[in-house]
Structures are given as structure tokens and as C-alpha cells.
């Protein structure tokens, strides 16, 4: 059966920002890799992007009486935000994962990219049981 599936690429942004041109040249070689393998393999990308920096985030909330409070965000403060995402279709999770791994090789550190969490989308189905 056919799931959906969203990669997340967590990373430290100081050191993506401190990255040179060749180590960043590396990192977006090495997801055109991933991409090319995600087509051999039969799954489909269906939506992704890299996301701008996290200083331009809007945090959005509602208070007690209901009234909207925007303030910048990020969300969490951690070194380590969401740096952009991947939305994959694939009927073959076990291969989407080795795939992933192609991300999460031992020099993505030296970027500041973290480990990929990948997590199926809820659908009505599964909310059903």
C-alpha cells in the first residue's frame, strides 16, 4: 500500500551559514543523489523545499481571550531548526529509509545538517482506528 511520507532535515544553521561554496556544492550534490535514487527506487516526490533561516520565522498563537500575538520566531530555541523537508509517496518504507540515508552521511555534520527523521502523514483512515 501506498503511504505518504515527509523526510525532515533538521540542521544547525551558524554552520550552514559558515559553510564554503564547495561544502554547500556537496551537501545540494548529495540530494540530487537522493533524488535520483528516490526515482530508481519507485517512490514519488510530491513536495519538499529548502526553508529560509529560522530569524525569519513568525511564531503565531492565540491567547486566553482569543486574540492573535505574533512574534518572531523560531518556535524552538535549539541549535538545531528545520532547515528545509521532503514529502514522499512510496509503497516501500524499508528502501525509502536506506535511500534517506544518502542525507544523513558521515560528512553532513561538517554542515551543520543533523540526523533525518522521516514520518508517515496521518490520513483519515489511520485516525479512524
Known amino acids: 500500500m501506498t503511504s505518504r511520507y515527509v ?10 551559514e559558515e559553510a564554503s561554496p564547495e561544502q554547500r556544492d556537496t551537501v545540494y550534490a548529495r540530494h540530487q ?18 526553508l529560509t533561516h529560522s530569524r525569519e520565522a513568525k511564531l ?9 500575538v ?8 535549539t ?12 509503497d516501500d518504507l524499508d528502501d525509502l ?3 534517506v ?7 553532513h555534520g561538517r554542515t551543520g545538517m543533523g540526523g533525518v527523521e522521516v514520518r508517515r502523514v496521518a490520513t483519515a483512515e489511520g485516525r479512524e482506528s
Open 7 to 16: 523526510v525532515l532535515l533538521p540542521g544547525d544553521e551558524s554552520s550552514w
Open 33 to 50: 543523489e537522493f533524488a535520483d535514487r528516490l526515482t530508481a527506487g519507485g517512490h514519488s516526490v510530491v513536495g519538499g523545499a529548502e
Open 60 to 68: 503565531v498563537r492565540a491567547d486566553a481571550a482569543g486574540k492573535v
Open 70 to 77: 505574533i512574534t518572531d520566531g523560531p518556535y524552538a530555541e
Open 79 to 90: 541549535a538545531e531548526q528545520l532547515t528545509g523537508y521532503y514529502e514522499v509517496e512510496t
Open 97 to 99: 529509509l536506506q535511500v
Open 101 to 107: 540515508g544518502i542525507l544523513a552521511g558521515p560528512d
